[in-house]
């Protein structure tokens, strides 16, 4: 008997800690193993207090008749970053546990998850959590859950992840409402990967949910969309240490081993059959995630380069989102150009980059990706700034988003202000109850990726709260600016921009760049320019610098000294023309610019 079922909720509302303690009710970790998000792997997961990777976990539970059924719970991130992980794990699961914290009501991402979980035709146990909480108000917001998925009031269950409090018969209900998992067990096998994770010491553990048939340990699998085949070194369930099993039938959840190296031959999204008795028809998959954001990162110490370049095969072993590809840059010298889902992603690869393997790096302020279609109809995929086109240029198109914004009413003015502010076109209003609102924009990706969301939270005292998902294209008024130091660009300090914010971005750009790079022996115009047109510009002024003017008297071995000291200076200067520019002025221009995404 089995019942695979996710927890789906806003950011924060408690799925890792209600996990926790379903852990503990089934008694599958105990009390004295117990850590706090025991299902979050990574260091940077724990102490951020975020899920990045979805995680699978076998749990027993005896309904009130003695029976045991095997619960299979999947994890899974709540982030807008992350959504795409979330609709894999979906994909896996006949129910989901919609959570919602009963001080906070329904947010963003309440909606965005359960719309995921109705298109996956999955059924849904409405639960309010933290009831401990003084502010807690389980009527209200029970009321507020059951005018949107439907049903009573009542049968909205009332938990708390940290005193443990109507957990188990929160697990009475999954094994109740839940259907079990349907499959045809004489099939071939067919099973569905959701995950696939490297580990130094097992190699690629692959994720998997069988759907039809089954899979037993040494017997030849078949990858359904390369028809790479490998042989079946293991296969077992998280329970939630690796137990190794004698095989995975109809609906169960497990993991296999094969060997691989690489998750990238064990691709989420495929399906996995039998090689001597293949399936003829796959799953229907998942789509790829598809890169956001894209920033160059470089290494301050130009000599870390190779490691650099062999921490990102690393990480990408592990994280299917992530792509690069090498760069170069005038000002920066040798990096990679990398994709990303969103801030918080491009903040999590960095992180780990510079923790995991020392490397002390440099990003380039983020962009969007345009298509850029020129005077001969070709269209132009730009990830960088630099590679805009030059010449005419028939249209610019940019990536767009259909966002959700929920918040008190009081508010509405507010964010329509922001919203319009942000080329944002107001595409439908509801009132979730008397006092709070939901209201769905359309917008350009590039306006609300960056600090949209700092400034949502700022106008609304901390009350909205924000999902989004992608949304085609739009042509816009979009043009690059360039900076140039003596007539000289500077490539990371381009950007495309919309052409009602070019002029800000020069001047902001100039004045920046003039505070932070030294004088020099003439004077360096820094210019802003869309093509050859100026729009901004500012002046450093020329100095004599004569170091030697120091020493009056006539020892010359000190003046040597000092001539050599400069020299060595010089070292870690880039030239642009005959300007000299400190690497750390292209680090501390960059940096300020780089708004840290907050967690949402
Ligand atoms: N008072 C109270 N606090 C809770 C309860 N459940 C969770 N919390 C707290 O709420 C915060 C968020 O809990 P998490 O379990 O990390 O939330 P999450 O939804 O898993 O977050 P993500 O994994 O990042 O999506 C933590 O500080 C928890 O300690 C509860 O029932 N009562």
């Given amino acids: 008997m089995i019942r695979n079922f996710c927890i789906i909720a806003h950011i924060d509302h408690g799925k890792s800690t209600l996990a926790d303690r379903m852990l503990q009710a089934t008694g599958v970790v105990q009390p004295r193993d117990m850590k706090a998000q025991y299902l979050d792997r990574m260091d940077i997961e724990r102490e951020r207090g975020i899920t990045i990777k979805s995680q699978a976990v076998r749990m027993p539970w005896e309904d009130e008749n003695g029976v045991t059924y095997a619960l299979n719970m999947i994890d899974t991130p709540g982030h807008v970053d992350f959504t795409y992980e979330v609709s894999r794990s979906l ?3 006949e129910g989901a546990i919609l959570l919602v914290d009963a001080a906070q009501g329904i947010e963003a991402q309440t909606l965005a998850n359960l719309y995921l979980a109705m298109e ?13 909480l003084p502010a807690a108000q389980p009527e209200k917001y029970a009321a507020e859950l059951a005018h949107l998925i439907g049903g009573d009031p009542d049968d909205v269950l009332r938990v708390s992840g940290k005193t443990g409090e109507g957990v188990e ?3 009475d209900q999954i094994v109740r409402q839940l259907p079990p998992p349907v499959g045809d067990a004489e099939a071939p096998a067919r099973a569905m990967i959701f995950d696939s994770v490297y580990d130094t010491y097992r190699g690629v553990v692959t994720y998997i949910r069988v759907v039809d048939g089954m899979l037993q340990p040494r017997e030849r699998i078949k990858m359904m969309s390369t028809g790479a085949t490998h042989e079946l070194l293991e296969i077992g369930v998280s329970a939630p240490e690796p137990v190794p099993t004698k095989g995975l039938g109809v609906g169960e959840v497990g993991y296999l081993i094969t ?25 229907s998959g998942y789509a790829d995630p598809k890169p956001m954001v894209f920033s160059g990162l470089y290494p301050i110490d130009g000599s870390d380069y190779p490691i650099l370049r062999d921490a990102l095969d690393k990480l990408q072993l592990n994280d299917a989102a992530l792509v690069y590809e090498p760069e170069t840059s005038v000002a920066l010298g040798f990096g990679f150009r990398v994709g990303f889902l969103g801030l918080l992603h491009l903040e999590i690869v960095r ?14 302020a983020p962009n969007v990706v345009y298509d850029v279609v020129t005077e001969d109809k070709e269209v132009v995929t730009v990830t960088n700034p630099s590679e805009f086109p030059e010449g005419k240029i028939l249209e610019v198109r940019e990536p767009m988003v259909s966002a959700t914004v929920i918040a008190p009413s009081e508010f509405v003015g507010a964010i329509m202000e922001l919203c319009q502010g942000k080329r944002g076109v107001l595409g439908g209003m509801d009132y979730l109850s008397e006092e709070r609102v939901e209201m769905r924009y359309r917008l350009p990706l590039a306006e609300i990726v960056f600090d949209f969301f700092d400034q949502l939270k700022s106008r609304t005292r901390g009350y909205a709260s924000l999902d989004w998902k992608a949304d085609g294209e739009q ?10 130091l003596q007539g000289d660009q500077v490539d990371a300090f381009s950007a495309i921009t919309h052409k009602d914010k070019a002029y800000s971005y020069g001047v902001m750009m100039t004045r920046k760049l003039r ?5 020099q022996q003439f004077e360096v115009p820094i210019q802003a320019a869309i093509g050859s047109r100026i729009i901004a510009r500012e002046n450093i002024r020329a100095i004599r610098k004569d170091v030697l003017a120091k020493c009056y008297g006539g020892d010359i071995s000190r003046k040597r000294k000092l001539l050599e000291k400069q020299k060595e200076g010089k070292k870690r200067m880039k030239m642009f023309g005959r300007v000299e520019v400190p690497q750390e002025a292209f680090i501390a221009a960059l940096s300020s610019d780089s708004s840290a995404d907050k967690k949402k």
């Fill in 91 to 93: 994909a896996a699961c």
């Fill in 120 to 132: 996956n035709d999955l059924t849904i146990i409405p639960v309010l959590n933290k009831i401990d």
């Fill in 169 to 171: 018969a929160l697990l």
């Fill in 259 to 283: 060997g691989v190296k690489d998750v990238r031959q064990s691709k989420v999204g495929d399906t996995v059959t039998n090689l001597n008795r293949p399936a003829d028809q796959q799953l």
């Fill in 351 to 364: 992180e780990r980059l510079e923790r995991e393997f020392n490397l002390d790096l440099i990003s380039t």
């Fill in 475 to 484: 042509v816009a008024d979009l043009v690059k600016v360039d900076i140039l």
């Fill in 515 to 519: 505070e932070l790079i030294p004088r």
